[in-house]
């Protein structure tokens, strides 16, 4: 029996996220029967974390078990005739039996974009949260400051979330200009559902004006998610590196 790790990209917008479902296509369905019909068995991968609808990653990770002799330098070139354009898999990598994706994950980083535009781009809707007005981006970094550190993260987390501990370390919490778009980098030792997605809506708060950041700060102690508003849109965030 082998041991593998995949690194992927995808572009999620025609996926209802990475987990398979029964009544919609998810990323991980795609990838399973093109590794199935490569290796000549069933596979059923394991993933560093679920990504929603809409989202997008540049570095998620997978894991799985396999009896198939195909060198392991094979498999990125041998299986992008089996996958569509938006799924690439670009580094395959033999590792130890107790190696698992998703638990064996000691940090993980997401980018979130924003493209500040008074017209709509229909080349970027799908990959950026557009919107009309510049924000503060000093006042958004004061307020994203508050998340370093470890926290209990429930006031930026949905309903429906597994019942685990909402509590969380953030390494790196920075927004910064990136060809022409906003860009929030943000490092932690693990995410709790949506959790990035609710943090960015609420620092976005803070750039408009809405709140201040200690307001922002308050959101965050209070542990309360009916404070922190309106999630950012799925399209603008991407899972970009996982480490072990």
């Known amino acids: 029996m ?35 019909h490569l290796l000549g068995e069933n596979i059923r991968l394991v993933a560093s974390g679920r990504t929603d609808t809409g989202v997008h990653a540049w570095g998620q990770v997978i894991s799985f078990t396999t009896k198939s002799t195909v060198p392991i330098g094979h498999i990125p070139r041998a299986i992008k005739h089996l996958l569509p354009g938006d799924i690439v898999v670009w580094k395959a990598e033999e590792v130890p039996e107790n190696f698992n994706a998703r638990y064996s994950a000691v ?13 709509q781009d229909p080349f ?22 508050y998340l370093l550190g470890t926290h209990d993260f429930s006031a930026f987390r949905n309903k429906g979330s597994k019942p685990i501990s909402p509590e969380r370390t953030i390494s790196k919490a920075q927004w910064e200009m990136a060809e022409k778009e906003l860009v929030f980098t943000i490092t932690g030792d693990g995410f709790l559902y949506r959790m990035v997605r609710n943090i960015v809506g609420a620092l976005v708060k803070v750039g408009e004006g809405k709140i201040t950041p200690d307001e922002f700060q308050k959101i965050l102690l209070a542990k309360d998610r009916q404070q922190a508003g309106m999630a950012a849109p799925a399209c603008g965030l991407y899972l970009m590196q996982v480490r072990y």
């Open 2 to 36: 082998r041991y593998l790790k995949l690194t992927l990209s995808y572009d999620g917008t025609n996926y209802n996220g990475f987990q398979r479902q029964k009544n919609a296509v998810g990323i991980q369905q795609i990838v399973e029967e093109a590794l199935s």
């Open 107 to 119: 940090e993980k980083t997401y980018q979130y974009r924003i493209m500040v535009t008074d017209v």
């Open 124 to 145: 970027k809707r799908n990959y950026a949260w557009e919107i009309k007005k510049q924000p503060d981006v000093e006042k958004m970094q004061k307020a994203a400051n």
